[in-house]
């Protein structure tokens, strides 16, 4: 089942200084939840993304928390105010220790 | 009458009545309630007392699927430095563990306003509180009822 | 002979002149009902709505009775179309025995059935819209299709839907919606979508993965010197009721906010009429139609509903087309400076041996249907009373159903969905191949047989119970309550759930039913993929080989309680 998981991003390239941009981003993961059973009767152990962090060049602007609630393949839109043209990182971090990282590029003209 | 049985007792394979059954229906685990909720909150803001107002929160009335639930929420603020939306949590009373998640917002994120998908286990109540800038607590809720489905229309 | 006076003036009498002689009252009708009278309407202001609505792929005329249980909860109690029988004729001030009362409510059923004819037919509807269109001009009327049109006959089932949609495509409809349509899968729907000639509208349907459209979510037409602006609403809960393993990548929601913004959008584009082609259901769509600003007409679908008068929830005018193509509704409306100034209303009942077959569509329906002519005519059984489902709980129809999988599956109780559709046969009857797959013809058909404990099943019954019941219309979900063999229960629907279900009991032995104990228990059109098991087809006409004769029973295994 585990295969590496694949980060998605939508992004608008390009913006104008001040305006409100959408992001949608997905990542392939099972999370599973530390919940269900196997079929001998043993608990499967949780392994979820429990965090995820939004940068831009550098700075962090948005963060979230995830409980094992979220669905697999957990999908999180959010927004950004576009200011100034720079990159953005996206990072989702694994309870195995794993940090998935993705990135684009934004142009404010 | 036993010819007439024979022909059709093919099949073997049994599968719950009517809709996602089987899911519903299996031994219930032992789930949060609104107390273990109301002392989560606690956790984070002791007696802080939350008002109504500011929040939008958007879930279905009726899960699709009670594995993918999208949930929308939206705070009122003008996103500035002094005046923003610092933190959102989401509660659901009736899974096996009361928290969802958390969001922090900073001024850069120009709109207090995020969508994630949830796993509900069965028909409950959805808990958020957003905690402002200056220290004000919103809060909000909304039931998503989890149904079998099925009996088409 | 009667006069026409006499028939008009005689009331239930009719039903008494029918008992004996079937050809003199189908003469009288003839007379009575003409083309001409049906389609009689004094024109008004600039555009015309055509709709149709839930045909569910029935291209011959049928009979198809009305309930005679329909209830309302909460809000909706005591109002239509919650009025069934003679309290819709006392509120709608239509003559007991009457053509219009035989269409509309359950009342004489059979009698006037016998009287009156088949209903429908898709040859008949074409003629009344070409009759419409003619009389009006083309340029004034727009024609749409509120959904459950391509599924549920046989032919259809076979052909996946391709002949029902190359039927539809002679009518020239300007745009429709969907619901059934989605049980073809998505593969299929995506392509004969594209290839329609006219917009399938849905501005509830997303794609699952970053919430894209799948579907135009709505469409301009320029009819009479208005914008009319026409907003696809496709039933928004598909997902729950239908198997949703059919269209998994598709999500359905029910969200004012997003009905509202497409109203404004309409509205700023200039749009002087805003139509909602919903299927939402007519109670989801009259709380709606309270909840949206700026909607001016919505056309309703999904519950079957017919009404004769438009229903009025602020500024919008709600409309109720019926089914099986029992009707064609004409709304037409004085649009002056972005409003409704006047408007005139008929639902045309298309009396099938009263209005005249359009050649072209009769030529084509008997070209899809002769390759499966020998298979829908084979008769299976016959029936001594009158079989039909429609109604909040069990019809006799229903009864032929779960006696079949009760016999054919061995099964101690039986579970079979409530579904709106199927027509009703009347006594005396042939059972073909045809009127049983007119039941049931759907792309999940499989008979499962499993157990389940009692307290499983008391769980399935409240849950489908609440999703009926709920008094906010949008928290019910799906179709009837679901129909039962081998069991009997009470049922409060004023209840909560968890508490409208009681006295459960296995009809085998009169006992209560045990919720520890594991019951054999027959089903179809479960909505879980891979179910296992004969299509429902195969299990009645088995079960009809062996019985041969059906006599309906009374319908006592299900007992109402609770008061409003």
């Known amino acids: ?109 | 009458m036993a010819l007439h049985k024979a022909v059709t007792r093919r099949d073997a394979f049994a599968l719950p009545a009517i809709g996602a059954a089987a899911l519903m229906i299996a031994p219930r685990l032992a789930h949060a309630d609104a107390a273990a909720v109301e002392a989560e909150i606690r956790k984070l803001y002791a007696d802080r007392k939350p008002t109504d107002g500011r929040i939008k929160l958007d879930v279905p009335q009726i899960a699709e699927n009670g594995l993918v639930v999208p949930i929308n929420i939206e705070v009122e603020s003008p996103m500035t430095a002094q005046d923003h939306v610092k933190a959102v949590h989401v509660f659901a009373d009736g899974n096996p563990l009361p928290g969802v998640l958390s969001f922090r917002f900073t001024p850069e994120s120009g709109k207090a306003a995020a969508s994630v998908r949830m796993r509900l286990s069965q028909t409950q109540n959805i808990i958020c509180i957003a905690e402002m800038a200056g220290g004000a607590l919103h809060s909000a809720s909304a039931n998503v009822k989890v149904t079998i489905g099925g009996c088409g229309g | 002979m009667i006069s026409r006076r006499d028939f008009l003036q005689a009331g239930a009498a009719a039903a008494a002149f029918a008992g004996g002689s079937a050809s003199l009252g189908r003469l009288a009708a003839q007379q009575r009902l003409g083309e001409a009278e049906l389609l009689r309407f004094e024109p008004l202001g600039n555009v015309t709505l055509i709709h149709l609505t839930d045909l569910h792929a029935q291209f011959m005329p049928l009979h198809f009775r009305e309930p005679s249980i329909n209830l309302g909860i909460g809000e909706m109690k005591g109002r239509v179309p919650h009025l069934t029988g003679k309290d819709f004729l006392a509120h709608y001030g239509l003559a007991p025995g009457s053509a219009m009362a035989h269409a509309l409510t359950s009342e004489d059923f059979v009698a006037l059935a016998r009287n009156y004819g088949r209903m429908g037919g898709l040859d008949r509807i074409a003629r009344v819209v070409e009759a419409i269109r003619a009389e009006r001009g083309a340029e004034r009327c727009l024609l749409l299709d509120g959904g459950d049109t391509w599924t549920n006959s046989w032919t259809s089932l076979q052909t996946r839907a391709q002949d029902i949609v190359e039927a539809m495509a002679l009518l020239k409809p300007d745009a429709m919606t969907g619901h059934w349509e989605f049980t073809l899968g998505a593969a299929r729907v995506a392509e004969l979508t594209k290839s329609l000639g006219f917009p399938f509208l849905a501005q509830n349907v997303r794609e699952s993965e970053f919430d894209d459209r799948v579907f135009e979510p709505r469409r301009s037409f320029e009819r009479g010197g208005v914008r009319v602006a026409v907003i696809g609403q496709a039933y928004p809960y598909t997902g729950i009721a239908n198997p949703r393993w059919m269209f998994p990548d598709w999500r359905f929601s029910l969200k004012d906010e997003d009905v509202q913004k497409e109203v404004d959008a309409a509205r700023a584009e200039g749009a002087g009429l805003v139509v909602l082609l919903s299927h939402n259901g007519f109670d989801i769509d009259r709380k709606m139609a309270s909840r949206v600003r700026g909607i001016d007409v919505i056309l309703t679908a999904h519950t079957h509903d017919a009404l004769p008068e438009p229903v009025t929830v602020g500024r919008t005018l709600l409309i109720a087309t019926g089914s099986h193509g029992k009707f064609v509704s004409r709304l037409d409306l004085d649009i002056r400076a972005g409003e409704i100034r006047d408007y005139r209303y008929r639902l045309i009942p298309v009396f099938s041996d009263a209005i005249r077959p359009d050649p072209a569509m009769a030529a084509l329906i008997a070209a899809k249907r002769a390759p499966f002519a020998a298979e829908l005519a084979r008769v299976l059984g016959r029936t001594e009373g009158l079989l039909y489902r429609r109604g909040n709980f069990q019809g006799t129809l229903d009864d032929l159903f779960t006696d079949a999988m009760l016999a054919v599956r061995d099964a101690e109780i039986a579970l079979s969905p409530g579904v709106r559709w199927g027509a009703s046969l009347l006594p005396g009857q042939d059972i073909t191949f045809e009127d049983v797959t007119n039941a049931c013809a759907l792309t999940y058909p499989n008979c499962y047989r499993t157990t389940m404990t009692g307290a499983q099943i008391k769980l399935v019954l409240e849950d489908i119970g609440d999703n009926i019941f709920n008094p906010d219309p949008y928290a019910q979900g799906g179709g009837d309550m679901v129909r039962v063999g081998g069991l009997g229960f009470t049922i409060d629907p004023y209840e909560r759930q968890g508490r409208r279900i009681s006295e459960l009991t296995l009809l085998r032995d009169g006992r209560p039913l045990d919720a520890d104990r594991a019951y054999v228990v027959a089903g179809w059109a479960s909505i879980n993929e891979d179910t296992q098991g004969p299509p429902i087809w195969d299990v009645v006409s088995e079960h009809l080989a062996h019985r041969k004769v059906v006599t309906p029973r009374p319908l006592g295994a299900v007992r109402l309680a609770g008061t409003p």
């Open chain 1, 1 to 109: 089942m585990s295969t590496k998981p694949t980060p998605r991003i939508r992004v608008p390239g390009n913006a104008k200084a001040g305006e409100i941009i959408e992001i949608k981003t997905l990542i392939s993961h099972e999370m599973e939840s530390g919940q269900r059973k196997d079929q001998a009767g043993k608990t499967i152990p949780r392994k979820i993304i429990h965090g995820f962090t939004a940068a831009f060049n550098g700075k962090v602007f948005f963060e979230a928390t995830w409980h094992p609630a979220i669905s697999a393949n957990p999908y999180q839109s959010f927004f950004f105010k576009a200011q100034e043209s720079g990159e953005f990182t996206f990072a989702w971090k694994d309870d195995d220790g794993s940090v998935y990282e993705a990135k684009a590029k934004l142009a404010v003209g």
